[in-house]
């Protein structure tokens, strides 16, 4: 199990619509220049491995291109899970994988054990966030503190303790590429590096690593930025031959499988049950629930509502929770209003290097941000900075099922992510009028 990052695939989060490059870039401010960035000779590149198409295909790229300089493939071991039948966990399962690409590239590969700070900085504030009632994004977490985090960190004591050995004591400049769909390039005006979108906006991750240290964005290549999926695996097939060449895509955590319902009984392994009342907008109780972790807004309620009375007649939705209560408010109809926000707030939000907050708040043409990955991006009208570091952003239209705990993240015309924070707050400019 390399991360958490295949969470984004499961029932649990409500369907985002494709994303629109179209809509997304047809502003009237010009794009940014950006010099792209490639290791000098006698650099050392390392490439992240999963196991996956994409990494391996990185693997296989990275040692083409830069035949002379030094590579190695590195595997981050995170979870110390069980066996699914076959005699061999799922991390050594994906470990043999790496060995076999590594082989096929001649490339050598390390293993390396996160799991303890993988337990502590990701899914332990993961589990505390479904407890509270918020819909958390580990991915983003595991991004942030794990791969570009403790990773990133062992790589550069590798290479200080390397500097120290040779005897001059100068580290040699060294660089982390990852399979991930998205670009860094460097700003010509600013001369500083930037995350930005990749080319091929369908498999855009760039919303994934919006919590990553700008400090760590000079040594990232992402060599996948400038390719579509399929050309990803017609050069991991055609051209590399990799072993690994027609493996599907993770849809899951294969130590927990697929599933909403799979999903939730993972989360009851790890959350004492908390019985609460489901209610209506009136305040009716019409139901129990065993914590707030088993609904997610925006979802049918599953509570059997009485179709011979009017006013209960119809399918009942999951609106919204109410952790101070503990209870889960129902609503009737899919668009129903209260779904709808155009206002959130981010008690804390990190901007990504250098960004004119002041400037965002008088003037933020252009600027869009998601709080799903591959959502068509959401045009702003209004952005609020507090000196407490939060931010408040209010959409343009009506959203629908915008939940405390997702990630919101920022972007400007030309691509670059902004900053990023957890929405702690939802709601909307004009009173709501359920039905």
């Not at 009237?28 to 290791?39: D, E, G, L, N, S």
């Not at 470990?95 to 082989?103: A, G, L, Y």
């Not at 908390?274 to 088993?294: A, I």
């Amino acid at each position: 199990m390399y991360t958490l990052l295949q969470l984004r695939g499961m029932a649990l989060r409500t369907a985002a619509r494709p994303l629109s490059c179209r809509r997304h870039f047809r502003t009237t401010v010009p794009a940014r220049k950006y010099v792209p960035r490639t290791p000098a000779p006698g650099d050392r590149v390392y490439v992240a491995m999963s196991s996956g198409v994409d990494s391996s295909t990185v693997a296989a790229l990275i040692r083409d291109q830069y035949p002379e300089n030094e590579v190695s493939g590195i595997y981050m071991e995170n979870w110390n899970d069980t066996s699914n039948g076959d005699g061999l966990t799922c991390t050594e399962r994906e470990w043999i994988d790496v060995q076999n690409v590594c082989r096929a590239v001649d490339l050598p590969c390390e293993r390396v054990n996160f799991e303890r700070e993988y337990w502590n900085e990701v899914f332990m504030p993961m589990i505390e966030m479904y407890k509270r009632g918020l819909t958390p994004n580990p991915d983003v977490g595991c991004n942030k503190f794990i791969k570009f985090g403790e990773l990133y960190r062992y790589l550069e004591n590798k290479e200080q303790k390397t500097a120290v050995s040779t005897g001059n004591g100068k580290m040699r400049n060294w660089w982390l590429a990852t399979g991930h769909y998205a670009n860094v390039g460097l700003d010509n005006a600013s001369n500083t590096v930037h995350l930005l979108r990749p080319s091929h906006l369908p498999k855009d991750q760039s919303y994934y690593l919006s919590a990553i240290s700008s400090t760590v964005l000079p040594r990232l290549l992402f060599p996948l930025g400038g390719y579509t999926k399929p050309q990803v695996r017609d050069l991991a097939l055609n051209k590399y031959h990799l072993p690994t060449a027609e493996k599907p895509d993770s849809q899951g955590i294969c130590f927990i499988g697929q599933g909403q319902n799979t999903f939730r009984r993972f989360l009851d392994e790890y959350l004492e049950a908390n019985p609460g009342d489901v209610v209506t907008e009136t305040g009716e109780v019409v139901g129990r629930h065993n914590g707030l972790w088993h609904a997610t807004v925006g979802q049918r309620s599953g509570v059997a509502m009485p179709q011979g009375d009017p006013t209960k007649k119809g399918t009942w939705y999951v609106a919204r929770k109410v952790p101070a209560q503990n209870q889960i408010v129902i609503v009737r109809g899919a668009d129903n209003p209260a779904f709808y926000t155009d206002r959130v707030q981010c008690a804390e939000f990190d901007w990504l290097g250098h960004v004119d907050s002041a400037a965002l708040v008088r003037d933020c043409a252009g600027i869009v941000v998601q709080y799903r990955s591959l959502q068509t991006p959401e045009r702003v009208r209004r952005v609020h900075v507090n000196g407490a570091g939060g931010l408040e952003v209010e959409f343009e239209t009506l959203r629908r099922a915008v939940a405390p705990g997702q990630y919101l993240v920022m972007y400007n015309e030309a691509g670059r992510v902004l900053g990023s924070g957890v929405i702690t707050n939802t709601d909307r400019t004009e009173p709501v009028n359920c039905k």
